[in-house]
């Protein structure tokens, strides 16, 4: 059974961090990459950065770069996303997603080319 576990969410104050981890079980990491997407009320599903753990690949959506860094523990199929200098727009559920590698070069800050998700994790900046 295919699960991605996201875990970190909270409450943090505009100015701080917060880390986000990703657990994923059941397909071969190595096959996918992992991306992290936000939510916001009343607002579409946004990429926000991805990683491929077979070349350890990534982008950035322009809005957390210098902010934001993903990284990949492959030993522990679990990717991590470390917030820094949290801003209130920030704020909104965080879902990380796998999508097959293959996908890489369609651009995968979308949404759609994804195949896994998991439950979500809020995170809430107060301004």
């Known amino acids: 059974e295919v699960q991605l576990v996201e875990s970190g969410g909270g409450l943090v104050q505009a100015g701080g961090s917060l880390r986000l981890s990703c657990a994923a079980s059941?397909?071969?990491?190595?096959?996918?990459?992992i991306g992290w997407f936000r939510q916001a009320p009343g607002k579409e599903r946004e990429g926000v950065l991805y990683?491929?753990?077979?070349?350890?690949?990534?982008s950035y959506a322009d809005s957390v770069k210098g902010r934001f860094t993903i990284s990949s523990d492959n030993a522990k199929n679990t990717v991590y996303l470390q917030m820094n200098s949290l801003k209130f727009e920030d704020t909104g559920v965080y879902y990380c997603?796998?999508?097959?590698?293959?996908?890489?070069?369609?651009?995968?800050?979308?949404?759609?080319?994804?195949?896994?998700w998991g439950q979500g994790t809020q995170v809430t900046v107060s301004s």
């Open positions: 997603g796998a999508a097959a590698k293959t996908y890489k070069t369609y651009g995968l800050l979308m949404y759609g080319w994804y195949d896994y």
């Open positions: 059941g397909f071969t990491f190595d096959d996918y990459c």
């Open positions: 990683i491929c753990s077979s070349d350890g690949s990534t």
